[in-house]
């Protein structure tokens, strides 16, 4: 690998680590929303898709904790 894909490779990374941040944010969000709702809200259809959604978010996060993992490992990290 050259010089330039290693420096692309490491701006991959930097947007990565930003929507990493922001994922985060969103999923944390997600699981307060969650959290604040009652013990029968919790077990309603609603509280069941926000708590979904605070999974997916985490798996996400996850995912492209995997990538960049991958990448660095790629450029020699």
């Known amino acids: 690998m050259n010089t330039q894909q ?6 991959m990374i930097s947007t990565l680590e930003g929507i990493m941040g922001d ?5 944390d ?18 509280g069941q898709v926000i708590e979904n959604a605070a999974q997916e978010l985490e798996s996400a996060y996850s995912d492209i904790s995997s990538v960049i993992d991958s990448l660095n490992n790629a ?3």
Do not use: H, V, W, Y
């Open 6 to 11: 290693r420096k692309e490779i490491i701006t």
């Open 23 to 27: 994922i985060e944010t969103m999923k």
């Open 29 to 46: 969000e997600e699981q307060g929303k969650f959290d604040n709702l009652s013990d029968g809200l919790q077990a309603s259809e609603r």
């Open 75 to 77: 450029i020699g990290g």
